[in-house]
Nanobody, 116 residues
Framework: QVHLVESGGGSVQPGGSLRLSCAATGSVRRLSAMAWYRRPPGPQGELVAG???????NYADSVMGRFTISRDSAGNTVYLQMNSLKPEDTAVYYC??????????WGQGTQVTVSA
């Protein structure tokens, strides 16, 4: 069973930066994809950024050019560097990983608050 440990959330002023981390521990198979989702106030969540084997990345239009997703060389930790944060980035951010058998796991979520 894969356990995801997230860290790095917090409160920041508009224009500030935060870096989220998510480490996969436990019975970790080769991870084919790692991603960050967020759920702002309201019912609808969204994919923020994803990174796949081979290094391919994708981003939501709303964060393109401001956020960068990366993973460590072992492939079990994913990061989200968030720059030029805006109030509308306020949300609970969730880490998601999918292994090479297609099984997915979710982190517990970390709150990011952007306000003056």
């Amino acid at each position: 069973q894969v356990h995801l440990v997230e860290s790095g959330g917090g409160s920041v002023q508009p224009g500030g930066s935060l870096r989220l981390s998510c480490a996969a521990t436990g019975s970790v198979r080769r991870l084919s994809a790692m991603a960050w989702y967020r759920r702002p106030p309201g019912p609808q969540g969204e994919l923020v950024a994803g990174i796949f084997n081979g290094g391919t990345t994708n981003y939501a239009d709303s964060v393109m050019g401001r956020f960068t997703i990366s993973r460590d060389s072992a492939g079990n930790t994913v990061y989200l560097q968030m720059n030029s944060l805006k109030p509308e980035d306020t949300a609970v951010y969730y880490c998601n990983v999918v292994d090479d058998l297609g099984f997915g796991s979710w982190g517990q979520g970390t709150q990011v608050t952007v306000s003056a």
